[in-house]
């Protein structure tokens, strides 16, 4: 399939020319001003618009300071068409974003070859942004996988499942699709903040690594000293992530993977540890984790328990509403029980 180049020039007899000459290579399509240019873009992307200056009510520099205010159309390479060789024009044009300019009247072989010149530089960089793009999804599920792996090894520690890594990051990406559907919430809960940390819950207990065997592992209840050293893995987790990941991952990511760490623990009324933060205090993401988590941790069957049916946990989970959890996240995970007891049985 042909490629189509975008011809913007308010001569006539310029736009028969620039059919003419590159008609048979690419698609041409014709437009004799800016506002019919537009009209085009909203429907189509040209590979390359070719953009008279000389124009009446929009001259080629607003046009193309139109284009630049595009997310999409900005991306498409813009050279300008003008009869005005002065180095001050040529320097006029590439300040405001074109990536080279022909001058009038056209010359056929040199439209053809700045013309193709630009398509191919343009197929190069896409090839690029897309090899780039395929390596990023590689070492980010590469970084997934290493996390999971990790999480795995310490949650088998003290006798969890690995199961529950998974679960609590299902149940995580739930609860933000419920608050997303209720509008709740609406302005922190981007894609960007649901990917992060989804991908950030697996990590919640990575302090755990800290604490040791004997006090991890230890069948009996924990005396106060042994409990108090157990809580370090909350503040040691969000310190771990911290130091480990900064040169590794987004800045948001750690931001908000150190802070599922590092405050899942804390409470709605404030007294949780490891701060004792209250309400709002705690940060989105470790109210929403920390609902999950305990959530799975009730329902989950383990070698020491039986899991409770899913009204036992929400009955558990009811009397925590307002001490524990934040209300309207409980109510919200809670708000649609066949849809949550499908999940349940599907996992």
């Known amino acids: ?54 124009m009446p009510e929009m001259d080629g520099f607003e ?16 050279i300008f ?14 300040r405001v974003g074109a990536v080279d300019y022909i001058g009038k009247p056209f010359i056929p072989a040199i439209m053809q070859r700045r013309v193709k010149r630009t398509v ?19 070492i980010t599920q590469l970084q997934q996988d290493i996390i999971i792996t990790m999480a795995n090894l310490i949650e088998g520690r003290d006798g969890t499942t690995g199961e529950h890594v998974k679960h609590t990051s299902i149940y995580t990406e739930y609860l933000i699709r419920k608050l997303q559907r209720h509008k709740i919430y609406q302005a922190e809960l981007t894609p960007e903040f649901a990917d992060y ?4 819950a697996p ?30 893995h909350a503040e040691e987790g969000g310190r771990l992530i911290r130091e480990n990941m900064s040169r590794l991952a987004e800045p948001e990511f750690v931001r ?10 804390e409470k709605w009324n404030g007294k949780g540890y490891p701060k004792g933060l209250k309400g709002e205090e705690i940060p989105l993401e470790a109210r929403i984790l920390a609902l999950a988590d305990v959530f799975d941790a009730l329902i989950a069957k383990r070698q020491y328990k039986q899991g409770m049916s899913l009204e036992e946990a929400r009955a558990v989970m009811e009397k925590e509403r307002g001490e524990s959890f934040e209300p309207v996240l409980l109510d919200c995970f809670f708000s649609d029980e066949q849809e949550l007891r499908e999940l349940v049985n599907s996992i």
């Open 63 to 78: 046009v193309m300071q139109k284009l630049q205010e595009n997310e999409k159309w900005r991306r498409i390479p813009v």
């Open 197 to 200: 940390l989804k991908k950030a």
């Open 256 to 265: 908000i993977a150190s802070n599922v760490a590092n405050f899942h623990h």
């Open 120 to 138: 191919e530089l343009e197929d190069y960089r896409r090839g690029l942004e897309e090899m780039v793009q395929q390596q990023l999804k590689k």
């Open 203 to 232: 990590m919640h207990d990575i302090g755990k690594i800290t604490v040791p065997d004997s006090i991890l592992c230890k069948p009996e209840a924990l005396t106060e000293e042994e409990y108090r050293l157990m809580q370090l």
């Open 1 to 54: 399939m042909m490629k189509t180049v975008l011809v913007v020039d308010d001569d006539k007899s310029n736009l028969m020319i620039a059919q003419k000459v590159l008609s048979g290579e690419f698609r041409v399509a014709a437009v004799n001003s800016g506002q019919l240019a537009f009209q085009y873009l909203e429907k189509n992307e040209p590979v390359v618009i070719l953009l008279d200056i000389q």
């Open 81 to 94: 068409l003008t009869a005005d060789r002065t180095p001050q024009t040529e320097e006029a044009c590439f």
